[in-house]
């Protein structure tokens, strides 16, 4: 880690949040947002792991926090892909704009 | 040594670059079952990154976890809806340019205020080891109503998924 400025990473970590977003808002299956979401909480966790590395006064701190987004990450995917496949099963369908029952 | 060093640094924004290819394969191949192995290229190498900065543990977390169980159960979903997302249905919505116009601005914003801030470095931290003992003794002590928090988030979302997915009438 002094190999590379703390700069460069947040940058990378930006980019791939950015990416993820743009993932998240234009696709149209449900799953492709499920999987733009994993994106930016990896986004996150880099970011976690970075500071935990160079500001940090605990050096387990941020990896500790780390592990919970993973196993948040874990739950979402789980939860998602049931409602995903509850939705399939009711509906025949797993494009976000097809779902409007909601909407006006 | 210098010939090290310089690997090292080559070797880590390679692994960079390549994790944002592979990210931005996930959000424009028009194949989903693509884009989950994009997803999963990119998982692996931020593990190398976590490598990288001396985060063992969590290199091993990101593996077993991601690349292992998260892959595979949106591996499963993609391969039950598959026959939905054939060649010709369109996988992007219209919001495509508000999108891209919105985040490039959010960009520009934030890597303006990171280039602008000085980030102080510790070197206590700096050369600070993390041992999965570190990590677990942190969990169990500092941590603990955290971890406890989790458990029972997971808990909830195991029984949540499983009463969701179920049919909801077997006659």
Redesign the interface.
Known sequence: MTLIPVEHVLIFSLLLFAIGLYGTLTRRNIIGILISIELMLNAANINLVVFAKTTSLSPETGQVFAVFVIAIAAVTVAVGLAIVLALYRSRKTIFADEVHLLKW | MEIL?LA??IG??AL?TG??LF??G??ALRN?FH??LC?AA??IG?AG??L????D??AA??IL??VG??MT??I???M??EH??GKTT????R??LP??LG?AA??TV??KV??QTP????Q???G???SVE??G???MTV?VF?FEV?SV??IA??I???I??K?ENPS
């Not at chain 2, 369109?90 to 919505?93: A, F, L, S």
């Open positions: 060093t090292a640094k880590a924004y960079m994790v944002l990210a931005l996930v959000v989903l884009s989950a997803l990119a998982l931020i990154l976590y990288f900065f001396r985060a543990f969590l977390v990101q976890l991601y169980a998260v159960v949106i499963f979903a993609i039950l809806t939905l997302s369109i996988q992007h919505n919001q495509s999108a891209f985040i959010l960009v934030i890597a990171i280039l980030w102080p470095v510790t206590k931290a700096l600070a080891h993390t570190g990590i003794t942190a969990l941590y955290p989790i988030v997971l979302a195991l949540g998924a499983v969701i997915a049919r």
